[in-house]
């Protein structure tokens, strides 16, 4: 993993960022290749494997190398940057570095914002000078002329400077044109320079090297922070290493003195003696680049400007902080010795629960002395990519103490999934104890769903025909149930029934209830258009649900015995599925259920009054959200307010609908019970 090298400073907030090519030739994260080299030499042990086994296991190692090289990078970065922002040793940055910033304030005072108004810089510049401070350093790039005698001012000020200047500079590898470079190398030749470049992580931009400069024209030319540091007799070495950045106690970045350009002119000569002064800009989205601190405090605080994360490169250069890497296989060598413990867990009798549980906290604990090394001695090691290695290694060796016992549970399941729901046999193997007698109160939504007039079509197909078409029906309809999360209660004939809710509780039950029946009317549909061209008519899916209290649990006698739902729930969700042929709906549901699931295409079918229920049902059809759909529901909407009011204007409305929509029978329905002096949305179903 490299880090891209872009530039920070230049003379103006109108100018470009720009961008090198260069690559920091260094890596936080080890080879995995040991990690693979264990599990392969560990396979020698497994000798029940058969021919398959072993080509699995061998491609399951490679893929969690694969696997781990690409995940670790990024996830490194981020455990990197927390360590860095929360429990880093680099709580007291050098007292002598201060920041002079160049704010839209400064700017408001000139004309023309870009360039800089160089005399305004020449008369800071001199004033900080006359302070004696130990060196200046200008974030700014002098690429291109401004007034001739402004340009001439500032140059006489930093070549005849009694203290060191240094001013940002940058080369063609940085994206200038060959006549910004010419003019910034002829621009004060005589002053001292720094490449302006940071160290940008190639996977998220954020600034976690520390650029020491670059070859450049036969030399070796310094980065910003270094020159400036060199001006005053502190060399370091040519290597990239980890950007050290300063913290506060709680966690954000460390904020060197900061005053305003425009403030210079009239401050205290106090404020600049003796001290390291950066000149930069504080614009807003004008040079300014993420950091880690980004990562718990967020853009507004992480995302500093450049001039400010030049003064925590400087502070690193002036203290000698730095981040210690070890060589790769010291900075494995903990999480080896944890692996090899781990291995040697898993493949013991223990209990299954134990195993993770150990693996887990042999890891965590190696992690805490990890941190603990890098918030005393700031000493940083791959921590991400051997955890990943060891947890996968693990998992092998653990699936391969497990796989018998899996093998029977799976026998098990499978046999009796045939039979059973497949969710109840689950429940059953994850609890045997479960198997007993009684039930539960549970809030659940129930689904019936049935064939209209297949008595009709058994009587016309032959039998094996008949069981054919059932059979693909059944297939079909138990699989959407399964897909959605569905219990299924039984299967009786061609109907169907399911709940949601039991046995494992479903948050967001209701929504799976209502795709579950658009879901199955797409499947009846295209299976009707099958059996048209096979010369049969296959009926229309009618779907009632609902949802509330019911106890579900296991009925039945010692001998046998079902898991189903009972209740005033179930039975309304049955009666409702039979509502549709009277109403003219493919779908039925409750308002329990529709005001829970109301990112679906809704429409209003009535007030069901069922036989035995002292008040009405508010019913909905759900439509499957198509434009046309969407429109027909708009315009029925209208028309149904008017009937649900009483308003003589239904009438006429759903005359108008009629005309439109010829084939919707819900809304036929309701033309009709208009027509014959039915007005308002009850509807009376005696037989239902």
Known sequence: ????????????????????????????????????????????????LQRGGIAASLAYLGLLGL??????????????????????????????????????????????????????????????????????????????????????????????ASVPVVIASASRTDGLTQRQSDYLNAFAPSAKRGLAALSHDNLDGVVRGAFPGREADGGWTQSFAAAIAASTGISRGHWPEEMVYYRTANSLPFNFPTYPA?????????????????????????DHHPTPFALLSGAEIGVLPGVAIHAHSLARLLSGDRI??????????????????????????????????????????VWIGEAWAFARFAILVPMVAPALLVLGLSAFFGFLAWRRDAKARHFIQNAFSKYVSPAVVAAIVKEPD?????????????????????????EKLAPEVLADVLNEYLDGICELFIEHGATIDKVIGDAVVGFFGAPAAQNDQAERAVSLALAVQDLAQRLRERSAGRGHSFGTTRIGIH???????????????????????????????????????????????????????????????????????????????????????????????????????????????????????????????????RFRADIHLADK
């Open 547 to 677: 949802g509330g209290p019911a106890i579900v649990g296991n009925f039945g006698g010692n001998r046998f015995f079902n898991y189903t739902a009972i209740g005033d729930t179930v039975n309304t969700a049955a009666r409702l599925e039979g509502a549709n042929k009277y109403i003219g709906t493919k779908n039925c549901i409750s308002s329990e259920v529709a005001k829970q699931a109301t990112r679906f295409l809704l429409r209003p079918a009535g007030v069901l009054h069922l036989k035995g229920k002292n008040q009405g049902i508010e019913a909905f059809e759900a439509m499957s959200r198509t434009s046309e759909n969407t429109i027909l529901c708009e315009e029925y909407a209208k028309a149904y307010a008017l009937l649900a009011t009483d308003d003589k204007l239904a009438t006429a409305a759903f005359e108008l609908l009629v005309t439109n929509y010829p084939q919707d029978a819900l809304i036929a329905f309701h033309h009709s019970r208009l027509a014959s002096g």
């Open 262 to 286: 425009q403030a210079v002119p009239l401050a205290p000569l106090s404020w600049f003696e003796g001290k390291y002064v950066l000149i930069g800009m504080d614009l807003q989205q004008i």
């Open 67 to 160: 696997s781990t090289a690409l995940v670790s990078p990024p996830l490194e970065n981020i455990l990197r940057d927390v360590m860095m922002v929360s429990i880093s040793p680099f709580t007291h940055a050098p007292p002598n570095i201060v920041v002079v910033s160049i704010t839209e304030q400064t700017l408001a005072n000139f004309p023309y914002r870009s360039p800089l108004d160089r005399a305004f810089l020449a008369d800071i510049v001199a004033r900080i000078e006359s302070a004696r401070p130990l060196a200046i350093g200008i974030d700014l790039l002098f690429d291109q002329a401004t007034e001739p005698e402004k340009d001439a001012r500032l140059e006489t000020v930093i070549e005849t």
């Open 1 to 48: 993993m490299g880090d891209t090298v872009s530039l920070l400073g230049r003379d103006s907030p109108g100018d470009n960022l720009l961008d090198a090519p260069e690559r920091v030739c260094w890596q936080r994260s080890a080879s995995t290749g040991l990690g693979v080299y264990l599990g392969v030499r560990t396979l020698g042990r497994i000798v029940s």
């Open 324 to 365: 210690t890497i070890p060589w790769p296989a010291a900075g494995y060598a903990p999480m080896l010795l944890v692996g090899l413990f781990c291995l040697w867990v898993v493949s013991r009798p223990n209990p299954v629960v134990f195993k993770p549980v150990a693996v887990a906290g042999a890891v965590l604990l």
């Open 434 to 458: 479960a198997l007993h007698l009684g039930g539960e109160r549970r809030e659940v939504t129930c689904v019936f769903t049935d064939v209209e007039g297949f008595t009709s079509l058994s």
